[in-house]
Protein backbone atom coordinates (compact mmCIF):
# COMPACT_ATOMS: atom_id res chain seq x y z
CA UNK A 1 0.00 0.00 0.00
CA UNK A 2 1.32 3.57 -0.83
CA UNK A 3 1.72 6.31 1.79
CA UNK A 4 2.16 9.73 1.11
CA UNK A 5 2.69 12.54 3.47
CA UNK A 6 1.05 16.17 2.85
CA UNK A 7 2.96 18.05 5.18
CA UNK A 8 2.22 22.15 4.64
CA UNK A 9 2.71 25.75 6.61
CA UNK A 10 -0.28 28.10 6.44
CA UNK A 11 -0.70 31.19 8.40
CA UNK A 12 -4.22 32.46 6.88
CA UNK A 13 -5.63 29.14 5.93
CA UNK A 14 -4.98 29.25 2.42
CA UNK A 15 -2.63 26.39 1.77
CA UNK A 16 -3.99 24.30 4.39
CA UNK A 17 -6.95 24.04 2.27
CA UNK A 18 -4.93 23.36 -0.53
CA UNK A 19 -3.29 20.54 1.25
CA UNK A 20 -6.83 18.65 1.87
CA UNK A 21 -7.39 19.24 -1.54
CA UNK A 22 -3.68 17.35 -2.64
CA UNK A 23 -4.99 14.35 0.02
CA UNK A 24 -8.65 14.21 -1.79
CA UNK A 25 -6.41 13.78 -5.11
CA UNK A 26 -4.30 10.95 -3.41
CA UNK A 27 -7.05 8.69 -2.27
CA UNK A 28 -8.33 8.69 -5.75
CA UNK A 29 -5.85 6.12 -6.10
CA UNK A 30 -6.94 2.87 -4.75
CA UNK A 31 -5.01 1.57 -1.73
CA UNK A 32 -3.38 4.89 -0.69
CA UNK A 33 -2.86 5.60 3.10
CA UNK A 34 -2.58 9.36 3.61
CA UNK A 35 -1.25 11.80 6.23
CA UNK A 36 -1.89 15.19 6.93
CA UNK A 37 0.61 17.09 8.82
CA UNK A 38 0.76 21.18 9.65
CA UNK A 39 5.17 21.50 9.55
CA UNK A 40 4.59 22.23 13.55
CA UNK A 41 3.10 18.69 13.74
CA UNK A 42 5.43 16.79 11.31
CA UNK A 43 7.87 14.87 12.63
CA UNK A 44 11.06 12.74 11.01
CA UNK A 45 9.34 9.24 11.76
CA UNK A 46 6.25 10.50 9.81
CA UNK A 47 8.82 11.30 6.96
CA UNK A 48 10.68 8.02 7.28
CA UNK A 49 6.97 6.60 6.74
CA UNK A 50 6.33 7.96 3.86
CA UNK A 51 6.65 6.62 0.00
CA UNK A 52 5.41 10.27 -1.06
CA UNK A 53 5.67 13.76 0.06
CA UNK A 54 3.53 16.57 -0.76
CA UNK A 55 5.02 20.13 0.69
CA UNK A 56 2.66 22.66 0.76
CA UNK A 57 4.10 26.08 1.34
CA UNK A 58 2.53 29.94 1.69
CA UNK A 59 4.79 31.93 -0.61
CA UNK A 60 6.94 34.43 1.59
CA UNK A 61 8.66 36.98 -0.61
CA UNK A 62 8.73 34.07 -3.40
CA UNK A 63 10.13 31.20 -1.56
CA UNK A 64 9.55 28.70 1.16
CA UNK A 65 8.26 29.88 4.61
CA UNK A 66 10.60 30.10 7.13
CA UNK A 67 8.60 27.39 8.99
CA UNK A 68 9.27 24.59 6.29
CA UNK A 69 12.90 25.80 5.92
CA UNK A 70 13.13 25.06 9.51
CA UNK A 71 11.80 21.89 9.50
CA UNK A 72 14.09 20.43 6.94
CA UNK A 73 16.91 21.85 8.52
CA UNK A 74 16.18 21.01 11.99
CA UNK A 75 13.73 17.87 12.15
CA UNK A 76 15.18 16.33 8.65
CA UNK A 77 18.72 17.03 8.81
CA UNK A 78 20.06 14.11 10.10
CA UNK A 79 18.46 11.95 8.03
CA UNK A 80 20.22 13.19 4.71
CA UNK A 81 21.22 9.89 3.05
CA UNK A 82 18.41 8.53 4.03
CA UNK A 83 15.56 9.38 2.53
CA UNK A 84 16.73 8.78 -0.93
CA UNK A 85 14.42 7.83 -3.59
CA UNK A 86 11.06 9.22 -2.23
CA UNK A 87 8.90 10.85 -4.61
CA UNK A 88 8.41 15.02 -3.61
CA UNK A 89 6.08 17.42 -5.44
CA UNK A 90 5.16 21.39 -4.16
CA UNK A 91 2.28 23.65 -3.52
CA UNK A 92 1.77 26.69 -2.92
CA UNK A 93 -1.02 30.01 -1.83
CA UNK A 94 0.22 33.39 -2.49
CA UNK A 95 -1.37 36.86 -1.89
CA UNK A 96 -1.99 36.96 -5.73
CA UNK A 97 -1.30 36.14 -9.14
CA UNK A 98 2.80 37.24 -10.12
CA UNK A 99 3.48 36.98 -6.19
CA UNK A 100 5.44 34.39 -6.64
CA UNK A 101 3.82 31.27 -6.04
CA UNK A 102 5.72 28.95 -8.49
CA UNK A 103 8.92 30.10 -7.35
CA UNK A 104 8.00 29.11 -4.00
CA UNK A 105 7.28 25.79 -5.71
CA UNK A 106 10.75 25.36 -7.43
CA UNK A 107 12.66 26.40 -4.08
CA UNK A 108 10.69 23.58 -2.31
CA UNK A 109 11.54 20.88 -5.31
CA UNK A 110 14.92 22.10 -4.90
CA UNK A 111 15.20 21.38 -0.97
CA UNK A 112 13.27 17.89 -1.76
CA UNK A 113 16.24 17.36 -4.67
CA UNK A 114 18.83 17.85 -2.35
CA UNK A 115 17.47 15.19 0.29
CA UNK A 116 17.78 12.80 -2.78
CA UNK A 117 13.52 12.91 -3.81
CA UNK A 118 12.67 12.38 -6.83
CA UNK A 119 10.63 15.21 -7.99
CA UNK A 120 7.95 16.45 -10.44
CA UNK A 121 5.45 18.23 -11.83
CA UNK A 122 2.57 17.91 -13.98
CA UNK A 123 1.82 18.61 -17.67
CA UNK A 124 -2.26 18.51 -17.65
CA UNK A 125 -4.28 21.31 -17.96
CA UNK A 126 -6.92 21.18 -15.51
CA UNK A 127 -8.55 24.40 -17.00
CA UNK A 128 -8.33 27.02 -19.85
CA UNK A 129 -4.95 28.02 -19.67
CA UNK A 130 -4.72 26.76 -15.91
CA UNK A 131 -1.83 23.76 -15.67
CA UNK A 132 0.78 23.09 -12.45
CA UNK A 133 4.16 22.65 -14.21
CA UNK A 134 5.84 23.19 -10.97
CA UNK A 135 3.08 22.43 -8.62
CA UNK A 136 -0.30 23.37 -7.97
CA UNK A 137 -0.72 26.97 -7.25
CA UNK A 138 -3.10 29.89 -5.96
CA UNK A 139 -4.09 33.50 -5.69
CA UNK A 140 -5.35 33.36 -2.27
CA UNK A 141 -8.22 30.39 -1.13
CA UNK A 142 -8.62 27.62 -3.66
CA UNK A 143 -12.27 28.59 -4.86
CA UNK A 144 -12.49 28.09 -8.52
CA UNK A 145 -12.89 24.61 -9.89
CA UNK A 146 -9.47 24.54 -11.97
CA UNK A 147 -7.28 25.06 -8.80
CA UNK A 148 -9.33 22.47 -6.36
CA UNK A 149 -8.59 20.80 -9.34
CA UNK A 150 -5.03 21.44 -9.70
CA UNK A 151 -5.02 20.13 -5.66
CA UNK A 152 -6.41 17.22 -6.57
CA UNK A 153 -4.69 16.31 -9.78
CA UNK A 154 -1.06 16.94 -8.03
CA UNK A 155 -2.39 14.54 -5.07
CA UNK A 156 -3.55 11.99 -7.77
CA UNK A 157 -0.09 11.92 -9.71
CA UNK A 158 2.17 11.73 -6.34
CA UNK A 159 0.06 8.58 -5.46
CA UNK A 160 -0.21 6.92 -8.32
CA UNK A 161 4.21 7.55 -9.10
CA UNK A 162 3.72 5.90 -5.29
CA UNK A 163 2.04 2.90 -6.51
CA UNK A 164 3.59 2.68 -10.02
CA UNK A 165 7.16 2.37 -8.23
CA UNK A 166 7.17 1.58 -4.49
CA UNK A 167 3.95 -1.43 -5.59
CA UNK A 168 4.83 -2.26 -8.74
CA UNK A 169 1.45 -0.64 -10.40
CA UNK A 170 2.47 0.49 -13.72
CA UNK A 171 -0.96 0.40 -15.42
CA UNK A 172 -1.47 3.76 -13.13
CA UNK A 173 1.57 5.49 -15.30
CA UNK A 174 -1.63 5.60 -18.29
CA UNK A 175 -0.53 9.73 -18.57
CA UNK A 176 3.01 9.08 -20.00
CA UNK A 177 2.04 9.79 -23.42
CA UNK A 178 3.28 7.49 -26.19
CA UNK A 179 6.46 7.73 -27.88
CA UNK A 180 6.57 6.82 -31.57
CA UNK A 181 3.37 4.71 -31.15
CA UNK A 182 4.87 2.64 -28.28
CA UNK A 183 4.39 2.95 -24.15
CA UNK A 184 7.62 4.33 -22.36
CA UNK A 185 8.48 1.73 -19.72
Known amino acids: MGKVLIIYDSRTGNTEKMAHYVAE ?12 KRVDEATKEDVLWADGIAVGTPTNMGIISWKLKRFFDDVLGELWGEIDGKIGCAFSSSGGWGGGNEIACMSVLTVLMNFGFLVFGVTDYVGKKFTLHYGAVVSGEPRKEEEIEACRRLGERLAQYVAAFFDGKKDLLEHIRHFEGKFVE
Not at 25 to 36: D, M, N, P, Q
Request: no cysteine; hydrophobic share 35%; aromatic share 0%.
Open 25 to 36: GARRVEGTEVRI
